[in-house]
């Protein structure tokens, strides 16, 4: 049996942005804080989003300094201008960091405390401010998941807090809010959505609903990631990527992420590497790794991205698919944590204490092969060239 959670309400398709006042007054919401950041709030997007909600006479105030990485500091910051106004919602627009910063936000302002005390395995399922996610990436799929992530800084770990108090009460997926989205962040954000795909279709936590949502986002999302790479103004292929990443994004709040995931975060925490980047770093190493206990599963992946034929073996589509992993980062410029400049001397310093945050995240025991601490190590010297 599976438990299924979702939004109580999404907005879907080009424009949808333009509905937000209709969709919070169909939820009895009507003074909302805005949490985005600094270059949303420069480019006119902020602008845009308060002027829509002024012509419905909804008065709404604007938090302007959320960090990429969201850290305890920045979230407490939001939560003190929460608490000046008499606020019913809070709306994170932008990419995951905004959206994982509202979640926050929306529990410590209602109920206080900190996130430390809400850190995994700890569940969070008493509801507090209603949560509007408005993503303006096609990646991390936050606007659809019970997960938020935020980095304390006193020791540099990223902290995963889940349960139903993070779903987002309302998503508005709106992909042309992404057109303007420069290549190397679509690029890292596109490979992060499709490593919830496939972690979420081999975890060991997958029901068939979550299944059928990873499988439709590997189908939307492999074909056009290079295509919207390319041709920035492809609105088909943005659509595809955003509808892929909202699949995604539903597929791993269900079934959980696996062992990228629980590797990713303590790149991002102590060598600030964005997450879909550090997702990218490692997804064909660990893929390599974790196919042969669960070599049909990844066989599905490779078939449903279309690397390899319906005839082709398991064996063989998951080679090519490794392979195709492989040169998919190649030409999307993704680096090597090598090339991209982190200190080899501080990288194998820190590899114990990266290896014990990512085990102790619980993401890799859904893997279907489940590292120890040494083979943690092991991958993540492999991944370093």
């Not at 438990?3 to 009895?28: D, K, V």
């Not at 809070?90 to 979640?103: H, N, R, Y």
Request: net charge negative; proline share 6%.
């Amino acid at each position: 049996m599976a438990s299924i959670m979702l939004p109580r309400a999404m907005r879907i398709g080009s424009g949808a942005i333009n509905e937000l006042p209709e969709a919070l007054g169909q939820l009895g919401l009507s003074s909302p804080v805005i949490l985005t950041d600094e270059f949303l709030a420069g480019s006119g997007a902020l602008d845009r989003l308060l002027d829509i909600l002024k012509r419905a006479d909804i008065a709404a105030r604007a938090f302007t300094e959320v960090v990429p990485d969201p850290t305890v500091a920045a979230v407490d910051a939001a939560v003190d201008l929460l608490k000046e106004g008499d606020h019913d919602c809070v709306i994170g627009f932008g990419g995951g960091s905004p959206i994982d910063t509202a979640k926050a936000v929306a529990i410590l302002g209602s109920r206080g405390g900190t996130m430390r005390q809400r850190k995994a395995p700890h569940q969070e399922n008493e509801p507090g401010l209603p949560i509007i996610a408005i993503p303006t990436t096609a990646g991390t799929g936050s606007e659809a998941t019970r997960f938020t992530i935020i980095t304390d800084e006193a020791n540099d770990e990223k902290m995963l807090c889940a349960g139903l108090a993070y779903l987002p009460t309302l998503a508005i997926v709106d992909y042309e809010l992404t057109l303007s989205k420069p290549a190397r962040l679509t690029a890292d954000t596109g490979i992060d959505a499709l490593t919830h795909a496939m972690e979420a279709y081999v975890s060991k936590l997958a029901s068939p609903f979550s299944d059928s949502m990873a499988l439709a986002a590997m189908r939307a999302i492999w074909p056009n990631l290079r295509r919207v790479c390319e041709n920035p103004g492809d609105r088909h292929a943005r659509e595809a990527m955003m509808i892929g990443s909202l699949q995604a994004g539903i597929a791993f709040s269900n079934a959980s992420v696996a062992l990228v995931h629980g590797m990713s975060r303590p790149i991002g925490a102590h060598f600030h590497v964005a997450h879909g980047l550090s997702n990218a770093m490692l997804l064909p190493v660990v893929t390599a790794w974790s196919a042969p206990a669960a070599l049909s599963r990844y066989a599905d992946c490779a078939r449903a991205m279309g690397v390899t034929g319906p005839a082709e073996g398991d064996q063989d589509a998951v080679g090519h698919m490794v392979e195709a992993l492989g040169v998919v980062n190649r030409d999307l410029g993704v680096p090597t944590p090598k090339s991209y400049g982190i200190d080899e001397a501080r990288w194998n310093e820190l590899l114990p204490i990266m290896a014990e945050q990512a085990l102790a995240s619980g993401s890799p025991a859904n893997n279907p092969r489940i590292p120890n601490l040494d083979e943690i190590q092991a991958l993540y010297r492999e991944a370093w060239v």
